[in-house]
Antibody, heavy 119, light 107 residues
Framework: QVQLVQSGAEVKKPGASVKVSCKVSGYTLTELSMHWVRQAPGKGLEWMGGFDPEDGETIYAQKFQGRVTMTEDTSTDTAYMELSSLRSEDTAVYYC????????????WGQGTLVTVSS | DIQLTQSPSFLSASVGDRVTITCRASQGISSYLAWYQQKPGKAPKLLIYAASTLQSGVPSRFSGSGSGTEFTLTISSLQPEDFATYYCQQLNSYPFTFGPGTKVDIK
């Protein structure tokens, strides 16, 4: 059974970068398609990007193009999401989630990482 | 991009009520739709995938239906633990979009 454990909360200043990790257990990262979703306080879910198993490429939401980088360290089965040029609107809980069933659904999810951007 | 709308956005109901939430897509997405339940401070939990397939371990009072552009999530008899926010998500094409959510509250 896949389990995802994310890194702890972060506080960053505007203009800085943040790198959130998502450690996989139960499977190897190469067997999975990892995606990232964020949720601003009191708001809905927003897909940021993830690995497309059909094309073998990482796809980013246009909104985050140029600011987000999703990487994987297969030696430690850890996925990373780095977001740069942070602004206050990036304050949110960031989730990793596994795309399952080919292109079917997100399950499981990590527990979430709160990133606060404040001067 | 495919837009998803949900109705209602807020629902007040009592234990034992039958509840239906609708999700509409701006274009056809076949059956590439999932439903999630989220409680405050927790990650979303998968309920339904492929529009109508119940995720393992999810109570049978939850059901999903629809294809194309209109989908529904039904809770046949609302239980105290079902008070939460529900989101639909389309996985037909990138970007994978979520609906705005439906909050189910206690009447």
């Amino acid at each position: 059974q896949v389990q995802l454990v994310q890194s702890g909360a972060e506080v960053k200043k505007p203009g800085a970068s943040v790198k959130v990790s998502c450690k996989v257990s139960g499977y190897t990262l190469t067997e999975l398609s990892m995606h990232w979703v964020r949720q601003a306080p009191g708001k809905g879910l927003e897909w940021m990007g993830g690995f497309d198993p059909e094309d073998g490429e990482t796809i980013y939401a246009q909104k985050f193009q140029g600011r987000v980088t999703m990487t994987e360290d297969t030696s430690t089965d850890t996925a990373y999401m780095e977001l740069s040029s942070l602004r206050s609107e990036d304050t949110a809980v960031y989730y990793c989630a596994t795309l399952s069933g080919g292109v079917g659904w997100f399950d499981p999810w990590g527990q979430g990482t709160l990133v606060t951007v404040s001067s | 991009d495919i837009q998803l709308t949900q109705s209602p956005s807020f629902l007040s109901a009592s234990v034992g009520d039958r509840v239906t939430i609708t999700c509409r897509a701006s274009q056809g997405i076949s059956s590439y739709l999932a439903w999630y339940q989220q409680k405050p401070g927790k990650a979303p939990k998968l309920l339904i995938y492929a529009a109508s397939t119940l995720q393992s371990g999810v109570p049978s009072r939850f059901s999903g239906s629809g294809s194309g552009t209109e989908f529904t999530l039904t809770i046949s008899s609302l239980q105290p633990e079902d008070f939460a926010t529900y989101y639909c998500q389309q996985l037909n094409s990138y970007p994978f979009t979520f609906g705005p959510g439906t909050k189910v509250d206690i009447k």
